[in-house]
Every structure is written in C-alpha cells, then in structure tokens.
C-alpha cells in the first residue's frame, strides 16, 4: 500500500473565504436576469409613486457675488480677514439662513408662502384619530399600568389633557406659522454654485408656477438689502475700529517720546564724561601697562641674576649691575691695588709675614667685605623696583577693567536709546499712515454698494420640472438593485456547496483527480456505457479515462489493485462513475471486475440483473449475497458487460437478506472473496456506499489500496465533505484524491476561472 501524506484538515468554517470582488461580481452576473427584474419593479413602483404626486414647478434665478475689497490699510490683514475662497460658501450660508428666509416670510405672508391647508387639516384630522385611539386605550388599561406610564412619561397625566384643552394664544399660533413657512422655504429652496465663477443659482419649487417665481425673486431681492446692510455695518465697524487704533497710536507715541527724553537724562546724570574720552583714557592706560610689564619683565630678570650670584658667592664683578655701581667699582680697583702689594711684598720677604703684609691682608678682606655690602644693597634695590612696578601693574589693571565696563555700560545705553528712538519713528509712521486711511474710508463709506446682483430673475415656469420624477424614479430603481444584489450577495456568502475544483482542494488537503461533466439525470446506465463505448472522445469518455489514469499511472510501481470509490452522500454519482472506470480499465485489456457494494440500495441490484449472467444458474436470481451465503459459485454470481466483457458482482434483484450490511461486508467470507479477487483481475473496483450515511464505506476502505471520494458540483455541502473525509481518516482509508462529479458545465463557468471555461469553449474538441 503506498504511503499517502497525512493532512489535517481545517474545522467547520475555517476553510470558508469572505467573498472577493471577482467572486462578488460572478455572483452578480448570474444574477444579472434577477437584477434586471428587480430594476424593472423598482422603475414600476417609483413611475406609480410619481403618477399619483402632484406637478412641482421650478422656478430659477441667478445671483453674481463679486466683493469689493475695502482699502483700509496697506495691510488688510490687519483690520479684515483676506478673502480664502470661503466668501461664496458663507453667502450660500447667508441664503438659506433664519434670518433671511423670516424677512420673506414677513414681506410675503405665512399663507402665500404655506400650500393649502387641506394636507394640514387631513394629518390634523390623522393626528387627533390618533390621540383619540391612545386614550381609549389608556382608559382600558389597568390603574396599576397607567401610573407606571405616566412615571416612565410614556402618558400624559390624567388632568394634562383638560389642562392643554384652551386654544393658543393668536401670537404662539403666528409664531408657529412662521416657523412652518420657514421650514416650508428651506424644504424647496435649493442653491447651487457655479463652479469657478461667483454665480449662485437659487432653484425654488412649489405646485403653483407664478408662486414660485415670486418666491425665488423676493429671495434674490432680500439678499441684495442684506448685502447693503451687512455692507454698511461692515464699513461703519471700521471707521471705529481705525479711529481706536488711532488713539491707541497716539498714547503710544507719547509714552514712547517720554521714555526715550527720560532714558537720555538718566543717562547724562550717570555719565558726565563722554565716550571719546573714555576711549582716549582706555587707551593711554593700556599703552602705560604694556610699558610697564615690559619693565617688570627685565626688573625681575635682573633681580634674579643678582641675587642668585650674591647668595653662591661668586665673582660678583661679573654680574653687569654689579659692575655698573661706581662704588663697587672704586673698591675693585682698590682691592687689585692691594692684591698687587701683597704679590710685591711676597716676591721680596717671601713666606716671611711682616706686619706690612698683614695689613695689606686686611685691607684686602675690608675691601672684598665692602663689595659685598654694597652688592647686597643693589640687590635689595631691584627687588624694591620689582615692587613698585608690581604695584604700578595692578593698579593699571584695575583702572583699565573700570574703563572698559564703563565703555561697555554706555555703548548699552546707546543701544538702548537708538531702539527707543526707532520705535517713536515707527509710531509716528504708522500713526499718520492711519489718520490718511480713516479719511480714505470716509470717502469710501459714501460710495459702498451690495457685493452681489442679480444676473437674471425668475420666471414662471411654463412646464413642470422632471428632475424631482427622476431622483424619484432613479432612486427607486437604484434601490431595488441594492436590494437584489444584497440578496444575490447573502445567498452566495450562506451557500456553502463546493463549485471550484481549487476550493475542494483547499477544504480537502487533496490532489483533484478530475472533474466529471453533467450527462442529463434520466439518463439510464446502459445509455451512459453506450455513449461512452460509442463516442469514445466525448467529454465524459475523457474524463474517465484521465480518471482512470490519475489512479492507476501517477505511481507505476505501485499500481492500486483494489480501489474503492465512495462520497460523502447518496446521489453524488458514485455508482456510475465505479461503472464507467471500470469500463475504461477493461478497455485496456486490463481484467476488471465492478463489485456493486450498495448493498442498502435496491436501484443497483434493478440495473445489474439486465446484464447477462457469466454461467446460466439454476437459481432464480444469484448474486453477491448467493455468493456469501455458499448457495452458489463466483462464475454464476458474476453478470457481464457484452459489450466489453467486464465482470460485475452486484447483489441479485430478487436476493433478500436479513443481516445488516455491514455485517455481510465485514464478515471473514467478504474478506476471502476480496483477496480471491485480487489474484484473479488486475483491478478491483468498489462501489462503496456514502460514507456519511452507514459504517459500510469505512468497513471497506480497509481492504483498498486506493479510495477515491466523490464530490457532487454544487450540491454537497462543505461541511459534509470534511465530515466524510474525517471519518475515512478515522480507520487510515488510504484516500488518493477527489472527483467533482455532475459539473454542470455552462454553469460551472460562470463561478470561476478554473478548467471548465476551457472544457466549455473547446467543447467541439471532445467530438
């Protein structure tokens, strides 16, 4: 037996896609006849709505809205909004308000405006049939029920209807026929705007052609002295907008002149030296500190030469302040003269001491020790200048430091007193570019006209307006549709019958061995082998065969030998289908035998018994269960084919059986009979019953190498097809694919793109 690979197949729904919008527009195509019904209904219905409306006459007149933009300032921004493209949208506003629509009411009267009151009279007449009705029940019901809707106020008290008894005053009655006139305007007037031009077209509606002229002028007219009026209180807004701004302008030039005298005398209390002078100082300083810094520089230099050469007690003469200083000088020369003395006197006593030569070696230390004082008093005096010049040096500084904030505070309030004195200028510029403004707009207030005029008036109608008949008509046919393709969309969405070839795949996890094409259902099985024996290329006949193929060539080495065909249901065209695979594998010269399983369905037993028995039995009727039972041979149970001499073992017409067919296909004597079969034929075919409906087919599939599950086109359920496949699985049935059965090919076409649209368009083909 062949491995076959194990799906797991998805619960009820979760195969199920949401309609798509090819798969919305095949189910609205089919429906097309149905669409068309519906369409043609709603036409009906909507022409017998308008037969029976009253005429509507439309009356037109035509407004140009051209603002004039009013010059107040260079910048109009400042005092009125720039102009967005919204002007013409609020004048749209501005027509269908309250306010205009009560001036026409006022200038034209509630009852020239309202239709006859016979309408009104019949809905009062309505309305108080009603009120009558909800008393009486009110009256019916309980006490208990009666209190409770008057706390939920779903009735009105008992005392409320006495109470709202006395009529309206004239003015509420007044009021509210104003307000139905207004209400009765706004329900006919419509306005329409011109797109890209500043023409407003006001369309009015009524029954009566002269009152909706009159309507749609006196609309015109008000608008025009509501654009006068608007106008002019716009200007007059203006002018005392700009005469504020100006007095706002002339405190802020006062205040700012003030600060900027009182910014300049502070100034000069705090600063009585100019900034050239400081700069000046600033100056002379620094050049004083850099000369000084160069000094310190060489005074600490010096003193650090000399006082290093005193402290080693080195030749001090060769040290240059040393040598500079006249006493130290005068005691070098004398120290050299009492040196050469005492080489003198060592050259005539020679190591004798004399008291000459000890007093010239007295003189000769006098002499070195006063060298040394006196170097000891330069050296004190470079440190004191090193001093002094360091002192000199932070003094500088410190006075260069005050200079330099004192630059920086007045270049401040420079700073300062220019901004001042720049906003002053500014005031007084815009404070006089105001004051030539408002005499401009004083000018212009004389000459201001409304911004709109009327481009054409309203004349009476000669003939009644159409449009509101075809809205009416269009929209009830629009609405049929709707209707129609909403249900043509719902009941493709509930039904949930396999009609795709890809969606059986998808819900089964299994390869589709083919699709077997709708013959006619009255069709006898002997007139289905006839055509297949005769028209060998018609499109059932192929379909078999690539049937036939699938099973046994898509796996040389390990050919089925048994195979068992089943569905999920009755009625899918199992039995015929096993018929004609069989017949096409013995039109191979491959031995095959039908064994017609259905033991619950009578109908096969009826089509077997007219084949011609392979060996004449002396029973009445033998077949399949003769067969089990031992009351007669495998030869005398077994009819043929004439035609092509295939071996069918059905159950016998007249056989009758007590034992539950299950029992009969699982019993030891089935199972013999099978392998004894399988050494006799080269294939073995099972006409198994619906899976769904007896335990038999999964007692069978035990005992096939292949199982082939049939799918009825657009019958069988789904749901109905997992279930069957489930159970299969439940006892490892070694399923090799799926058969969509009964397609309708005209109509199969139609739900998808898929082979049938090929199979119908090259049907002469198969002929």
């Not at 909706?212 to 509501?226: G, M, V, W």
């Not at 090799?736 to 793109?753: H, T």
């Amino acid at each position: 037996m062949p491995d076959y690979e194990v799906y797991s197949l998805p619960h009820d729904g979760e195969g199920d896609e949401t309609l798509d919008t090819r798969k919305m527009a095949l189910a609205l195509w089919r429906g097309k006849l149905l669409l068309a019904a519906f369409a043609g209904a709603g036409f009906l219905a909507g022409l017998a709505h308008v037969s029976q409306q009253e005429p509507v006459y439309r009356a037109v007149t035509s407004i140009l809205y051209e603002p004039e933009r009013l010059q107040i300032v260079d910048v109009s921004e400042a005092l009125v909004k720039p102009d967005t493209g919204a002007g013409i949208g609020n004048q749209v506003e501005i027509l269908n308000s309250t306010t205009l629509l009560g001036n026409i009411v006022s200038a034209l009267g509630e009852d020239t405006i309202l239709p006859d009151r016979q309408d009104n009279g019949g809905a009062a007449e309505t309305g108080r049939i009603w009120d009558t009705a909800a008393a009486w029940l009110l009256d019916a019901l309980p006490d208990s029920v009666s209190s409770q809707l008057e706390r939920l106020g779903l009735a009105a008290p008992a005392g409320a209807a006495a109470d709202a008894a006395p009529a309206r005053t004239e003015e509420e009655a007044q009021e509210t026929a104003a307000r139905d006139a207004i209400g009765h305007l706004r329900n006919n007037l419509e306005i329409e705007v011109i797109s890209g031009s500043g023409v407003i077209e006001l369309y009015y509606y009524s029954s009566d052609p002269d009152k909706a002229a009159l309507i749609a002028n006196t609309i015109s007219e008000e608008y025009i002295d509501f654009q006068k009026v608007s106008k002019n209180q716009d200007v007059l807004a203006a002018i005392d907008l700009v005469k504020n701004r100006i007095k706002e302008l002339r405190q802020s030039v006062v205040e700012s002149e003030r600060d900027l005298e009182n910014t300049r005398l502070d100034l000069a209390r705090r600063r009585a030296q100019s900034a050239e002078m400081t700069d000046v100082q600033l100056a002379a300083h620094n050049q004083e500190l850099a000369a000084i810094r160069l000094r310190l520089s060489d005074s600490r230099a010096r003193f650090a030469r000399a006082a290093a050469a005193l402290a080693e007690g080195t030749d001090l003469w060769s040290v240059t302040e040393f040598r500079e200083s006249e006493l130290i000088t005068d005691f070098r020369r004398r120290e050299i003269e009492i040196r050469e003395t005492i080489a003198q006197e060592r050259a005539i006593s020679g190591s004798v001491v004399t008291p000459s030569s000890v007093r010239s070696a007295a003189l000769l230390g006098q002499a070195q020790q006063s060298i040394r004082e006196e170097a000891a008093y330069i050296v004190a005096a470079l440190e004191f200048e090193v001093a002094a010049l360091e002192q000199r040096e932070q003094q500088l500084e410190r006075m260069v430091r005050e200079l330099e904030i004192t630059s920086i505070e007045r270049t401040a309030d420079e700073l300062f007193i220019s901004r001042l004195e720049r906003e002053v200028l500014a005031n007084q510029t815009l404070l006089q570019t105001f004051v030539v403004r408002q005499k401009e707009i004083s000018e212009q207030a004389n000459l201001q006209s409304a911004d709109a005029r009327v481009l054409s008036r309203a004349e009476p109608p000669s003939f009644p307006d159409r449009q509101a008949s075809n809205r009416v008509l269009l929209a009830s046919s629009a609405g049929a549709l709707f209707i129609c393709a909403l249900f043509l969309l719902l009941r493709e969405r509930m039904n949930n019958s396999v009609r795709d070839p890809r969606d059986l795949a998808e819900i089964t996890h299994y390869p589709i061995l083919t699709s077997l094409p709708l013959t006619g259902r009255r069709r006898s099985l002997q007139k289905r082998a006839r055509e297949f024996v005769t028209r060998p290329k018609c499109l059932l006949a192929e379909s078999i065969r690539n049937l036939r193929t699938s099973l046994l060539y898509s796996d040389p080495d390990n050919q089925p030998q048994v195979v068992m065909l089943t569905s999920s249901v009755p009625g899918e065209g199992k039995s015929v289908t096993s018929f004609l695979t069989a017949l096409a594998s013995q039109h191979t010269e491959h031995d095959t035998i039908l064994v017609s399983c259905d033991l619950r369905d009578s109908s096969n037993a009826r089509i077997y018994s007219k084949f011609p028995r392979l060996v004449p039995s002396k029973a009445a009727s033998t077949g399949l269960v003769s067969y089990l039972r031992n009351d007669c041979s495998l030869e005398e149970a077994l009819a043929v084919h004439p035609d092509s001499g295939l071996h069918i073992l059905a159950a016998g017409k007249k056989e009758t059986f007590h034992e539950s067919p299950a029992d009969i296909l699982s019993s030891p004597k089935f199972t013999r009979m099978i392998a004894a079969l399988r050494e006799q034929y080269k294939l073995v075919i099972l006409d198994a019953p619906p899976v769904l409906v007896a335990a038999d087919a999964r007692l069978l599939a035990r005992m096939a190498d292949s199982v082939v599950y049939l799918v009825h086109w657009n019958r069988t359920s789904k749901n109905a097809v997992r279930e069957g496949l489930r159970e299969l699985r439940s006892v490892n049935s070694p399923v090799a694919g799926c058969v969509l059965s009964m397609v309708s090919q005209s109509k199969a076409r139609r739900y998808a793109d898929n082979e049938f649209i090929y199979k119908q368009h090259y049907a002469g083909y198969y002929s």
